[in-house]
């Protein structure tokens, strides 16, 4: 099952990394030459056909003269531009109203991995450059690794006082010899984790670990219950670009499926297997493909590659345990006794092959959903995208008009009326 929905289209984030040991290792280190400057230009132009929003990782921003130029052209075509430099590179105030002034919107500061070595006079670094940052009036994201356990409420004590646009934590995608973060541990984690906001004020948000919507979910957690859930992953609504031109899932994904020298952007992201691949969730093998969640969430495709080699296995890092259930048996079932069982099942994994509805006008009042396509006209496709239903979003069923038309559907914490032929064009799948 292919999404047939915008993130099948295009992407909706750009990273890129535009100097050379920004990140780490390069796919391709006999092609690896840095773009040029008129290169990196007509990769902008690319962008601009491609994604909405673009992350510039840089190392040493003084390797690249022309980052003004970039951020501008990016400005001048309407993309969001958020950059995140280096903190080990000398930063001036100056620069950062340079920047801004060309069009960065927002700076991503990253305090790295808390717990290694040098951690301490990295912290302090990050924060003279989260300070010079605000004085340029621009809004800080900062990004660092999950804390312990044990040192979570001192970190969010740390960002309460600090206020950020956004808290983002990585979970680790292992490199050779490096350790997968632990499942149950992890688990434990990211459920202090869905607690926090509230107390925080501080948005967070998490790469790498896309299992966080599920516990989100789960926990019914307010917070996070009204902020939008997008089920992007890599490959899926996101695409990475190296600083030779390899185009990439991801940061941590490190398999080229082709150049911006000799390829386009868009067209890798819609065409190669590699990503047509990782935007279908009925390709996901272990309990990644048995489970409910996998639309929306379908675990990290970059930790799934680095442990096993392959991309499509389930993400180790993932504690959740789907229940196999008779739902998943491939014959119909009678509708009593399915209707029955859904009820007593927690988990909403199914395949395709039950006579389900399949979209949201043979919906019955009262059911819950998950979006996966849309069959309508571009204009009212991009209309409901605006709304929030993007492939992934659960909605509710609310109720019915009298006779039956229109239907009010509850999708991320508000409700709206939709027309029948509206309705009969999204795709879903019921849970
Ligand atoms: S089993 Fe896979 S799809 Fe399900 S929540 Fe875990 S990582 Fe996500």
């Not at 621009?138 to 309460?160: C, G, H, N, T, Y």
């Not at 390899?246 to 390829?263: D, K, M, T, Y």
């Amino acid at each position: 099952m292919q999404l047939t929905g915008s993130l099948a289209d295009r992407p909706v984030t750009v990273a890129w990394e535009v100097t050379h040991g920004a990140m780490n290792g390069c796919p391709a280190p006999r092609m690896c030459v840095d773009l040029t400057p008129g290169e990196c230009l007509d990769v902008v132009d690319q962008i601009a056909e491609a994604a909405p929003r673009l992350l510039l990782i840089a190392g040493d921003m003084a390797a690249r003269p022309d980052l003004v130029d970039i951020v501008a052209r990016a400005n001048a075509h309407g993309i969001w531009v958020a950059l995140r430099p280096s903190i080990r590179a000398r930063l001036l105030d100056n620069d950062f109203d340079t920047l801004r002034r060309a069009g960065v919107r927002s700076l991503s500061v990253s305090l790295g991995n808390a717990h290694a070595h040098g951690a301490v006079r990295r912290i302090s670094r990050g924060l003279d450059v989260l300070t010079a940052a605000r004085r340029a009036r621009l809004a800080v994201q900062v990004k660092s690794s999950i804390p312990e356990l044990a040192d979570l409420r001192r970190f969010s004590q740390v960002m309460q006082t600090l206020q950020p646009s956004e808290w983002r934590m990585s979970l680790p995608v292992p490199k050779r010899g490096e350790e997968t973060p632990d499942a149950d541990r992890t688990e434990k984690l990211l459920a202090a984790l869905s607690r926090l906001p509230a107390s925080t004020g501080v948005p967070l948000s998490l790469s790498d670990a896309p299992h966080f919507r599920r516990i989100a979910i789960q926990s019914h957690a307010r917070a996070h219950s009204r902020r939008r859930i997008l089920p992007l992953n890599d490959g899926r609504g996101r695409i990475f670009i190296s600083h030779c031109g390899e185009i990439q899932p991801g940061a941590s994904f490190p398999i080229a499926c082709g150049n911006v020298r000799l390829h386009h952007l868009l067209e890798v992201y819609r065409e190669a297997t590699v990503f047509r691949q990782l935007r279908d969730p009925d390709l996901l093998k272990g309990k990644c493909g048995r489970c409910g969640f996998r639309l929306i969430c379908g675990g990290s495709r970059a930790r799934a590659y680095a442990t096993t080699g392959d991309y499509l296995v389930e993400d180790p890092a993932c504690g959740f345990r789907p229940v196999s259930s008779p739902l998943d048996h491939p014959m119909k079932l009678p509708s009593a006794l399915r209707a029955l069982l859904l009820r007593l099942n927690p988990d909403f994994s199914r395949t395709r092959s039950i006579a389900d509805p399949v979209n949201l006008r043979e919906l019955s009042s009262g059911s819950h959903a998950c979006v996966t396509g849309f069959d309508l006209p571009a204009e009212t496709r991009r209309r409901l995208l605006e709304l929030g239903f993007l492939p992934g979003t659960p909605l509710h069923a609310v109720r019915r008009a009298p006779l039956g038309d229109p239907l009010q559907v509850e999708v991320r914490g508000y409700h709206l009326s939709l027309r029948n032929r509206e309705a009969s064009g999204i795709q879903i799948e019921t849970r």
